[in-house]
């Protein structure tokens, strides 16, 4: 136990050797520009459209790299309001975050609802995954983005549109996860459960289902963070509300440091979403 705490101690001291290195860097590289070398990141389109929307051109959000000072000062002030709403277009990052979460959730449920029932059929019956597996290859590796435009014809609705890509593509690896852990239950187990003559359903649950947890659980961490993934592409296509929107509409209005930030925040997400589902996955574990 003390050893493992001495190697997560020094993994987090490396951890904080390795941020303050890169902002160092960071710092380095961008000082000497500062804001009044802005403009030398800027396009002549860029220069030209910063003007027409009447902001300066060293004005650090028209364009250039931002430095460490700027990026404080935009993360300060999206943190310290988060929760704004002044339309559609401006909206605090906290109501931004809650719609993209709401679109994963959704997609990521009703995919949970498909995927792991169908996997525990598939996985039971190796007749089944014979069957099933030409379409499974078929259709996981499609990029859910190559989904988009088919939903938006059918679905005509942007927003629902978004909530299909997530859902087809967390199908698949709690799919195949599912099918391959209730596939490789111990077999022991389940001469057991048929001696005890175990009705179907209660060795589903009570046998395959905790010897199988750790598996799926692995599936749909995978899904999560492939829906994670893409939504934030959904939404650029999309477009309305939504992290992925606040990172093109900033783009749209030169606003490097503001999508740089939305950058971070996607990132702390989806890694405190891994992090979630990692904690269940060591919950059902069984360690013997």
Not at 20 to 35: D, E, M, P, R
């Amino acid at each position: 136990m003390n050893a493992a705490r001495s190697l997560q101690l020094k993994a987090a001291l490396l951890s904080a050797l390795i941020l303050l290195l890169v902002l160092g860097i960071w710092y380095v590289a961008t000082a000497s520009s500062g804001a009044g070398g802005a403009a030398a990141g800027l396009t002549a389109e860029q220069i030209e459209y910063t003007k027409m929307m009447g902001k300066e051109i060293g004005n650090s959000k028209s364009g250039g790299f931002p430095t460490l000072g700027q990026m404080g000062s935009t993360v300060w002030g999206h943190l310290a309001n988060p929760f704004y709403d002044n339309g559609l277009n401006d909206k605090g990052i906290v109501i931004q975050l809650g719609y993209s979460l709401g679109r994963v959730g959704l997609g990521f449920g009703l995919a949970c609802l498909v995927a792991i029932p169908l996997g525990f059929i598939i996985g039971m019956s190796p007749l089944l995954r014979r069957a099933f597996d030409p379409f499974i290859q078929v259709l996981k590796p499609i990029s859910p983005l190559a989904w988009m435009p088919l939903a938006l014809y059918t679905i005509k609705d942007s927003s629902i549109s978004g909530i299909f890509v997530i859902f087809i593509c967390s199908v698949w690896p709690m799919l195949v996860n599912t099918a391959f852990g209730v596939a490789s239950v111990k077999r022991d187990w389940l001469n057991v459960a048929s001696t005890l003559e175990v009705n179907p359903l209660r060795k589903a649950f009570l046998v395959i289902l905790p010897a199988a947890a750790p598996t799926i659980l692995t599936g749909m961490r995978i899904s999560m963070g492939i829906a994670w993934l893409v939504i934030v592409a959904a939404e650029m296509l999309v477009g309305g509300t939504g992290v992925g929107y606040f990172v093109w509409n900033e783009w749209n209005n030169l606003s490097l440091t503001n999508v740089i930030f939305a950058i971070l925040v996607i990132g702390v997400v989806g890694m405190l979403l891994d992090l979630a589902f990692g904690q269940l996955q060591k919950a059902v574990t069984y360690v013997e």
